[in-house]
């Protein structure tokens, strides 16, 4: 791997092989959703408990401190919306000088794979992986569902993850499903759990987070489990003891008992 390449990956997957990203990307389709109508503000408590942050540029642009140490990972697809007819309907949306300009440690991108725009999702893929290639940025593919919720078994999810593998993809974001050590093992990239709408039940969110690593997985990608938490650094903090220190749901979940308690 070229030098460049494993610095920028080494930023956000840490010694251990593991990782732990703030998804703060939803915006782009959901607008001002609740508790992110102010992007930067969400994400800065949370900061110090995460390897990378995931965003948009506006957002990053208008709502995050420059100043930050945390790595960012550019968002970099869109062209929907929820009031849209397809959610599927994405294309790249930012340059190759864009993502320079920004200084993103890695970009991320939705495929979706089965649906009416797979063809086009999967070339926006391979040639997002080609133009970042030539500058050693590592790509992030999102292994979307729109509203198909039925979508989320270890079938179609293998299936997609090793088709954005092929493509190029250095890490593949995707949910955690029964069987999910199947879609791990199918897939020879690193892959990263995606979080899909909040759970009602907070152990529930440390529970999947430590199977899935238990499974294969070396970290998530979470927002609304976070950021919509009532006490989301404590559910932060949590997640974090159990992706780098090894906690179990029970021990992780008194930890965020102990900070929700105290905050």
Same mark, same amino acid.
């Given at each position: 791997?070229?030098?460049?390449?494993?610095?920028?990956? @080494?930023?956000?997957?840490?010694?251990?092989?593991?990782?732990?990203?703030? $998804?703060?990307?939803?915006?782009?389709?959901?607008?001002?959703?609740? +508790?992110?109508?102010?992007?930067?503000?969400?994400?800065?408590?949370?900061?110090?408990? /995460?390897?990378?942050?995931?965003?948009? +540029?506006?957002?990053?642009?208008?709502?995050?401190?420059?100043?930050?140490?945390?790595?960012?990972?550019?968002?970099?697809?869109?062209?929907?919306?929820?009031?849209?007819?397809?959610?599927?309907?994405?294309?790249?949306?930012?340059?190759?000088?864009?993502?320079? !300009?920004?200084?993103?440690? $890695?970009?991320?991108?939705?495929?979706?794979?089965?649906?009416?725009?797979?063809?086009?999702?999967?070339?926006?893929?391979?040639?997002?992986?080609?133009?970042?290639?030539?500058?050693?940025?590592?790509?992030?593919?999102?292994? @979307?569902?729109? +509203?198909?919720?039925?979508?989320?078994?270890?079938?179609?999810?293998?299936?997609?993850?090793?088709?954005?593998?092929?493509?190029?993809?250095?890490?593949?974001?995707?949910?955690?499903?029964?069987?999910?050590?199947?879609?791990? !093992?199918?897939?020879?990239?690193?892959?990263?759990?995606?979080?899909?709408?909040?759970?009602?039940?907070?152990?529930? /969110?440390?529970?999947?987070?430590?199977?899935?690593?238990?499974?294969?997985?070396?970290?998530?990608?979470?927002?609304?489990?976070?950021?919509?938490?009532?006490?989301?650094?404590?559910?932060? +903090?949590?997640?974090?003891?159990?992706?780098?220190?090894?906690?179990?749901?029970?021990?992780?979940?008194?930890?965020?008992?102990?900070?929700?308690?105290?905050?």
């Amino acid at each position: 791997m070229e030098w460049g390449m494993a610095n920028r990956l @080494a930023r956000t997957i840490k010694p251990d092989g593991k990782c732990f990203y703030l $998804a703060v990307d939803h915006g782009y389709f959901q607008g001002p959703t609740h +508790r992110l109508e102010n992007p930067g503000q969400t994400a800065e408590p949370l900061l110090k408990y /995460v390897d990378a942050v995931f965003m948009p +540029r506006g957002s990053i642009r208008a709502s995050l401190n420059p100043n930050i140490d945390t790595p960012i990972i550019l968002r970099v697809s869109g062209g929907n919306s929820m009031v849209g007819e397809d959610l599927a309907n994405e294309e790249v949306t930012n340059s190759i000088e864009d993502i320079i !300009r920004i200084n993103a440690s $890695a970009v991320g991108i939705s495929v979706y794979v089965g649906s009416q725009y797979e063809h086009q999702t999967i070339m926006a893929l391979s040639k997002l992986v080609n133009d970042c290639y030539d500058y050693s940025i590592p790509v992030m593919a999102v292994t @979307a569902v729109g +509203r198909e919720e039925e979508k989320k078994s270890a079938r179609y999810l293998a299936l997609a993850c090793r088709v954005c593998a092929e493509q190029g993809a250095a890490v593949v974001k995707t949910y955690y499903c029964e069987d999910f050590e199947k879609v791990v !093992r199918g897939c020879p990239v690193p892959i990263v759990i995606a979080g899909g709408p909040k759970t009602e039940n907070d152990l529930e /969110v440390m529970q999947f987070v430590y199977d899935g690593i238990q499974q294969g997985a070396i970290g998530v990608n979470l927002g609304r489990n976070i950021w919509q938490n009532d006490s989301p650094e404590g559910m932060a +903090r949590a997640l974090q003891a159990i992706i780098h220190e090894n906690f179990t749901p029970k021990e992780a979940f008194g930890l965020y008992e102990e900070m929700k308690n105290n905050s």
